[in-house]
């Protein structure tokens, strides 16, 4: 019996908003351990920015991630400083 193989994987271009955003979620990944989180917290960011989302101090306790070592308030400002320079 064989399987066949995984579908292709279609990754955001380097200069999209998308990528921009996953990537400033995975420099943040010292606070937040869990990959599953950053990926949740990601996804909330990217439709903050694009204007259907919560502010990042409301996402950093409603998305429910585990975080070490910084407050969710300091986690939050540092987001929002990082979603500035975008």
């Known amino acids: ?28 990944a010292e606070y937040i351990p869990v990959p599953n989180d950053r990926n949740r917290l990601g996804y909330n960011l990217v439709k903050y920015v694009q204007g ?7 996402l950093v306790k409603s998305t429910k991630i585990k975080i070490v070592g910084i407050e969710p308030v300091e986690l939050a400002g540092k987001i929002e400083e990082e979603l500035k320079k975008l």
């Open 52 to 58: 259907e989302g919560d502010k990042p101090s409301i």
């Open 1 to 28: 019996m064989t399987t066949l193989p995984p579908p292709a994987t279609n990754y955001f271009p380097e200069d999209s908003t998308e990528k921009k955003v996953y990537s400033l979620v995975e420099r943040l």
